[in-house]
């Protein structure tokens, strides 16, 4: 249908085999409910009362033991059926092994913004996710530890597979194989606080040359101008470093996104708005305006100095 | 049989001044006065909860609104569900509870009155405590007042750090004081049902309703206990400094939705087995049959009682158990599908063969079997873990579990009030405002909770303040606001049908229904000691057999 978080149009295995099980589970249902509805409509109907039943009671039937004992062996049977089909489901996605060629990444969910670690490719970035597309023949898919760095978060991008939540002080594992490239969306799905609504999902499936080269870039450090601008200035003179890291600068905060590479990145504020110097601006300006109860403070910078900060990032490629 | 009842001299005509009936009410330890009240408890709050519901519904009418800022969202949604699950339905179900069983049984009041006036108070002190939270919770700069942390209250979010202020202490102390009152009230039932039978009541021959709210309480003292211990265990690391469920600390989130389950699942057992009494009450009399298959309905509901208690961590599927773990609760869960579905068959057959008789309450009781059975469906896909890991937390979720207790449970209550309300005020309703409410109700039910379901499979989770363009999410949630509407209105015929029929309504007489069971056998609104003569009983329906001493019941009981 084209929608770009619907579960019924999955584009990985995860994904498909539960479309695959949630369509049997959908077919005996609706079975059931053809069977049961079409009983209570025929005896609504055909029960009805009628004048000419003359005040005279309708014969008295207590039960009936060969009734009830159908009507328990079927359903029992049914269930049996669905259960082990789930339980089919349920080994094969929670068992899987994870082959050598797999890609690597932690997941760490923040109020209210998502940070991705790739541990044997040294990358770090943030809100948007990239990860190879995954050829059937040669499968590549992505293994991601889901951690939490406050509350409970959950991972949804419901075309490439089922939620898993991110709880702190409990990790938890998911996996990946997106058959084809293109943009994944969606977003968290476990309440995390005031702003769990602008925690949006974005994952970038890249062919794998593309793959490569975004790792070559996100690993490099920050370009650094041989004169430092006004803007960076100011951005190493206020708090924004206690919370940001940018590579190869005197920036190394942990609290909030890495912004080495913030233009490589289409959007900002966990996905909530577009990604450029305008947007930048109004963000660092007054983050409340966008996203009321976001932990980023605003910093009560002028609109002039604001502006330099936001032309500074700008210069993040 | 107590069919006369005992004149007492009126000595003063003049209507008592306002306080002595207010003292009247707020001192009595009469189950009918105590049932009433928390039947009107429930209502003030049900309309409350419903407020509630519609400021989220505008707030989501259209993508990017702006009608409330996120905080007050996000305090709506915990209200709404702490209220509708804590100080609407329970108390509604215990107040007919209340007022129906010593009826239904033949005794004279509850085993404990005392208790029952206390479970009351304490349940309305929860209650109030929970809104003085929009006063009393802004103590700290910034931190808001009302509670924002989800009716499930997930740690860490509750902790210090995450929920500092009052809110969340709120939410806890007043779950721990109504907590106090329902288990109070669930010892009273079980209590009254085991000791205070008139005399031939066998167990085999107590009416359903008293069954399945012996069921009921038993299922409250097993689920309330261990929310009141994480509520203690929550004040505690609130206060105390203790980690439970402190991650910071060490301390386990896990365990927190544990404790919850453990109860939060029973608890929907709690509201929808009184339901399923409703139910199955009003349908053998609507239908003019004895109910089908008496014995296995009881055995169905023990059943469902047992297994309600070993399912609590199919809520937990997403919380990455393990396979095995997952694979036992799709097991329990979908297990719990097969005496819910002979219950279902029984009532069917019930009305099989019946005449049925299509006045209000029995609208209301076909409609419960129409959306249980989809409910009961819905949760069959939600019961197989690995369809769950696309639905849970989505709209979907609150589509299905919307159709439990609305759908079924509020359509059961409902049912209940028509039914009874002769019984209760000594006047019919309106029969026309009936119907007009059961339609409006039905049409703004189905528009918002039909519609629900979508785009929950279109990908949006619950409790979002605002949503993106683009998803398909945008027409089906205009859709769902406008059906909030008719559900209000509906909402507004009820409340106008019961005070006009309590002021203008006909007089209904003891037995209006030509019903069967005991307490139509007494004055409506019966006297405050029920019956003059305790009677004694020798079937299950015993004015059928004084209706009919050619055929009575106990020739093949």
Redesign the interface.
């Known amino acids: ?1 084209g ?6 149009a999955p584009a990985s295995t995860p ?1 498909q ?2 479309f695959d ?2 369509i049997f ?2 077919e005996v ?1 609706a079975a ?2 053809v069977v ?2 079409s ?2 409509v025929y ?2 109907v055909k ?4 004048p000419a ?1 003359d005040g005279r ?8 033991s060969q ?2 004992l159908a ?2 062996v079927i ?2 049977l049914i ?1 049996v059926i ?2 082990l ?3 089919r ?3 094969s ?3 899987a092994p994870k082959p050598a060629s797999a890609i690597e990444v932690t997941v760490v969910g923040h ?1 209210y913004w998502w940070e991705y670690r790739y541990p044997s490719l040294h990358v770090v970035t943030a809100n948007e996710l990239h990860i190879p597309v995954s050829d059937p023949a040669h499968p590549t898919p992505t293994f991601l530890t ?1 951690l939490s760095a ?3 978060h ?1 991972f ?1 991008v ?1 075309r490439l ?5 991110l ?4 990790p ?2 998911m996996w990946l194989d997106p058959h084809e490239t293109g943009l994944f ?14 925690m ?1 999902l974005r994952v970038y499936v890249d062919s794998r040359e593309d793959f490569d080269r975004w790792i070559r870039e996100q690993s490099q450090p920050a370009h650094e101008a041989v004169t430092k601008s006004e803007g960076q200035r100011i951005f190493e003179t206020t708090s924004c470093v206690n919370c940001h890291t940018i590579a190869g600068t005197a920036a190394h905060g942990t609290y909030g996104p890495d912004l080495t590479h913030l233009m490589s990145r289409q959007t900002i504020a966990a996905g909530a708005i577009e990604n450029n110097r305008g947007t930048l601006l109004g963000w660092i300006f007054d983050p409340a305006v966008i996203k ?2 976001c932990t980023m403070p605003s910093m009560g910078l002028s609109t002039v100095q604001a502006a330099a900060v936001a032309g500074y990032l700008s210069t993040l490629q | 049989m107590s069919t006369e009842s005992i004149a007492i001299p009126i000595t003063d005509t003049a209507r008592p001044p306002f306080t002595a009936t207010l003292h009247e009410w707020i001192t009595t330890v009469d189950h009918k006065r105590l049932g009433l009240l928390y039947i009107f408890y429930s209502l003030v709050f049900l309309v409350i909860g419903g407020v509630e519901a519609g400021i989220m519904r505008i707030q989501l009418i259209r993508p990017h609104n702006d009608f409330v800022s996120p905080q007050v969202f996000n305090r709506m949604f915990t209200m709404h569900g702490t209220t509708m699950i804590f100080f609407v339905a329970m108390p509604m179900v215990f107040g007919f509870a209340n007022y129906l069983i010593p009826l239904m049984i033949g005794a004279r009041d509850m085993a404990f009155p005392r208790l029952n006036a206390f479970s009351f108070w304490m349940t309305a002190f929860g209650g109030l405590l929970l809104y003085f939270s929009f006063i009393g919770g802004d103590g700290l700069y910034g931190a808001g007042n009302a509670p924002d942390v989800g009716w499930f209250a997930y740690a860490p979010l509750t902790s210090q750090t995450f929920s500092p202020g009052h809110s969340t202490d709120f939410w806890t102390l007043s779950l721990l004081v109504s907590g106090i009152g329902s288990v109070g009230t669930a010892i009273n039932i079980i209590a009254t049902i085991v000791c205070m039978r008139c005399k031939g009541m066998t167990l085999g021959r107590m009416p359903l309703l008293a069954w399945l709210n012996i069921v009921m309480a038993g299922l409250v003292i097993l689920a309330v206990s261990p929310l009141t211990a994480a509520q203690v265990m929550l004040l505690v690391d609130r206060y105390l400094g203790g980690h439970f469920f402190d991650t910071q600390a060490g301390g386990s989130a896990v365990v927190w939705m544990h404790f919850f389950w453990v109860f939060g699942h029973p608890e929907v057992y709690v509201l929808v087995i009184p339901a399923f009494a409703f139910v199955s009450e009003i349908i053998p009399v609507f239908s003019r049959k004895a109910i089908f298959g008496y014995p296995i309905m009881v055995a169905a509901t023990v059943c469902i009682g047992f297994i309600s208690m070993s399912v609590w961590a199919h809520h937990m599927f997403t919380v990455g158990m393990t396979s095995a773990g997952n694979t036992f609760f799709v097991l329990s869960t979908m297990a719990i599908a097969v005496p819910t579905g002979i219950k279902i068959f029984n009532w069917l057959a019930t009305i099989w063969g019946g005449q049925i008789h299509f006045l209000t309450p029995m609208l209301f009781c076909i409609a419960f079997l129409f959306q249980f059975l989809i409910a009961g469906l819905t949760g069959v896909m939600l019961a197989a873990a690995p369809f769950d890991w696309q639905l849970a937390g989505s709209y979907f979720l609150v589509a299905h579990f919307h159709y439990v207790i609305v759908g079924g449970i509020l359509f059961a209550i409902f049912a209940a009030f028509y039914y009874w309300f002769p019984k209760m005020s000594g006047r019919m309703y309106d029969e026309r405002l009936g119907r007009l409410h059961f339609w409006l109700f039905l049409i703004g039910f189905h528009l918002t909770f039909d519609f629900m379901h979508i785009p929950g499979i279109l990908g949006m989770p619950r409790r979002i303040y605002t949503y993106e363009p683009g998803r398909g999410w945008e027409t089906l949630n205009f859709i769902v606001t406008i059906g909030v509407l008719f559900q209000a209105l509906g909402t507004l015929v009820f409340v106008g049908n019961l005070l006009w029929s309590y002021f203008r309504g006909k007089f209904a007489g003891r037995d209006p229904w030509d019903a069967w069971t005991l307490e139509w056998s007494t004055a409506s609104p019966p006297p405050a000691y029920n019956f003059a003569k305790i009677p004694e009983i020798r079937s299950r329906r015993p004015l059928w057999d004084l209706k009919h001493p050619e055929d009575p019941d106990w020739q093949y009981e």
């Open positions: 249908m929608l770009p978080t619907n579960i019924f994904a085999s539960i099980l949630s589970v959908l249902t059931v409910f049961v509805f009983l209570l005896a609504v029960y009805r009362r009628r039943t009671e309708p014969a008295q039937v207590y039960g009936s009734l009830e009507w328990t359903p029992v269930v669905l259960f089909a789930a339980a489901v349920i080994a996605i929670q068992n109020q889901l406050d509350t409970d959950s949804w419901p597979a089922g939620k898993t939540d709880i702190p002080n409990h938890n594992s969306l969606g977003q968290c799905a476990q309440y995390c606080g005031t702003q769990h609504a602008k949006l009321p109860g």
